[in-house]
């Protein structure tokens, strides 16, 4: 995001130097594309000088990753403290998640504080992935006083700009009562929502309520389908789900879930029944988990863990 300020120069002028500065800025865009590093370099670091802040970010981001540099977390927060001066979110945004990382490396306390402050910036212009962070922030108490009201505020924010690991933690905070009376219809809700976005972790939970019969119609197939999805995206909580309810299962009500996960899309939920489970064929169990019930299974425990 580019700052405008207040300029005293004739609007002729200014229109040129815009004109030439975005072609420095495309080109350096287009250098980047096909990884010529050393051109790139060249022409952000001249947009930098004109106080673009997107360029600063790039940056940034490429002292960080090394590309085209050898990698220097000094350099990168320097371009990102740029930027951030400027008010770019995204600049705000990863200067925070610096000091955040530098935080949980030296237990230094203070740096949770300057990683909250700027995260929080980034979070009110509308950053989601900022926005995310600092739910993550108040829950945990990091760089401020915990706060499970709040989190659970910027969590719905995150969720309705699209991020897709926050309805999932949004569903957590409703399923554990935090910051809001416990509902588990308001956490299938939400659960649901992180599900369909392809978020492995509320894939796995929501396997868990339909194993559970939690809300839904209880069907151990349609469990199964979700945490085949769930443990193809690496969910760590998925694979002794997925291990123990295909044990219950038929071959034939095994194929069907395999299929029903092989089939879906992000952006798609799956059917809220299958065609081969039976209730009659392990009891039904439509509000309370069995008592025998792994622990793993009967608590809906799988956070999603934050974007930074």
């Known amino acids: 995001m580019n ?17 030439s500065a975005n072609a420095d800025m495309q ?26 802040s997107e360029a600063e970010v790039i940056l940034g981001n490429m002292y960080i990753s090394g590309e085209g540099v050898d990698v220097n977390d000094q350099e990168a927060a320097a371009w990102y403290q740029r930027a ?16 955040y990382s530098a935080a949980g490396m030296s237990d230094n306390y203070k740096l949770f504080t300057k990683a909250f402050y ?20 108040y829950q945990d108490g990091l760089g401020v006083g915990k706060d499970d009201g709040q989190a659970l505020q910027w969590y719905k924010k995150a969720s309705d700009s699209g991020d897709i690991y926050s309805p999932n933690n ?9 910051g809001v009376p416990q509902s588990y219809a308001e956490a299938y809700k939400w659960i649901v ?6 978020d492995g ?29 769930a443990d193809s995206r690496n969910s760590i909580c998925a694979p002794v789900n997925k291990f123990i ?45 069995p008592k025998d019930l792994p622990e793993s299974m009967r608590l809906l425990s799988c956070h999603s863990p934050g974007a930074m």
């Not at 910036?121 to 992935?129: L, R, Y």
């Not at 949004?170 to 935090?178: A, I, P, Q, S, W």
């Not at 929502?193 to 392809?198: D, P, S």
Request: aromatic content about 12%.
């Open 193 to 198: 929502k992180g599900a369909i976005r392809g």
């Open 27 to 52: 080109k350096g865009l287009a250098a980047y594309k096909e990884k010529d590093y050393a051109t790139a370099l060249s022409e952000f670091k001249r947009e930098a000088s004109r106080g673009n």
């Open 118 to 137: 700027w995260v929080q910036k980034a979070a009110i212009q509308g950053d989601v992935t900022a926005q995310s962070m600092l739910a993550a922030m």
């Open 245 to 289: 309810v295909s044990r219950e299962l038929k071959l034939s009500q095994i194929a069907e879930g395999q299929s029903l996960a092989v089939a879906w899309k992000v952006g798609q939920s799956l059917p809220s029944h299958s065609r081969t489970w039976n209730q009659s064929d392990i009891g039904y169990i439509s509000q309370a988990a």
């Open 84 to 99: 951030a001066n400027q008010g770019d979110a995204e600049g705000e945004r990863r200067l925070g998640t610096m000091y």
């Open 3 to 19: 700052i405008q300020r207040k300029s005293f120069f004739a609007p002729f002028f200014l229109a040129i130097v815009c004109t």
């Open 201 to 229: 972790y509320a894939q796995r939970n929501l396997g868990d309520f339909y194993y559970i019969g939690k809300v839904v119609r209880r069907d151990k197939v349609i469990a199964y389908a979700w945490y085949n999805l």
């Open 170 to 178: 949004t569903g957590m905070m409703y399923l554990e009562g935090k």
